[in-house]
């Protein structure tokens, strides 16, 4: 089955430290989504892309977050510097613009912050 | 996005169908019914989705009633792994024009 893949699965780093995110869509997927998981806020939407162009950042963080996508088959989520608030678990989604179709995930990075 | 209600638990025997009932009474004309899951530690998987016709696919059914207000997923033959928490969603035009936005959802115990 095609999958979402996230890496790394694990991040555990120092306060102040470049934290960068990779995420692999499904092949032929255009649609790319950020989530952020916490137990206080559940899933939150942080970026989309689609075709590569970012549509929609605004439920990220602009001083620290940077969301890209350098081509079809990767985008990256960067933070810098990374603060021990942005302990979470990071999803990366993909689906193809079209009617209907749904949202695959990865299974995440779960990203500590010392 | 029409708001969804779902029971904050259920369980189940394994090898018996799991029925999970969703409400979504605000629905609109275009919106879609999706159902997701959650295991511990592992992303949010895709289970099913429709707009008017009830759906069948190797995981699972779902039946949406004729006025759209509610539906049921519904899982044949409930194994342990199938415990996880599931989530009823209601989106216009489908999830990838836009955010997913996950409720509370109903926590499934499948007990043996």
């Known amino acids: 089955d095609a999958r979402v893949t996230q890496t790394p699965r694990h991040k555990v780093t120092e306060m102040g430290q470049e934290v960068t995110m990779r995420c692999q869509p499904i092949l032929g997927h255009n649609t790319v989504f950020w989530y952020r998981q916490t137990m206080m806020q559940g899933l939150e939407l942080l970026a989309y892309?689609?075709?590569?162009?970012?549509?929609?950042d605004s439920g990220m963080p602009k001083d620290r977050f940077s969301a890209e996508m350098p081509d079809a088959t990767l985008a990256t989520l960067k933070i810098q510097p990374s603060e021990p608030r942005d302990s979470a678990v990071y999803f990366c989604a993909s689906a193809l613009r079209q009617g209907g179709q749904p949202q695959h995930f990865g299974d995440g990075t779960r990203l500590s912050i010392l | 996005d029409a708001k969804t209600t779902q029971p904050p638990s259920m369980d189940c025997a394994e090898g018996r169908a799991a029925n999970l009932p969703c409400n979504h009474s605000?629905?609109?004309?275009?919106?879609?019914v999706y159902w997701y899951r959650q295991i511990h530690s592992q992303g949010p998987q895709y289970i099913i989705h429709g707009l008017k016709n009830n759906e069948t696919n190797e995981m699972a059914s779902l039946i949406i009633t004729e006025d759209r207000k509610s539906s049921t997923l519904i899982l044949p033959h409930a194994t342990l792994r199938d415990t996880a928490v599931y989530y009823c969603i209601v989106i216009l035009g489908g999830t990838s024009y836009g955010k997913l936005t996950f409720g509370q959802g109903t926590i499934l115990t499948v007990h043996p």
């Open positions: 892309f689609r075709n590569r162009a970012p549509l929609d």
């Open positions: 605000t629905i609109s004309g275009n919106e879609y």
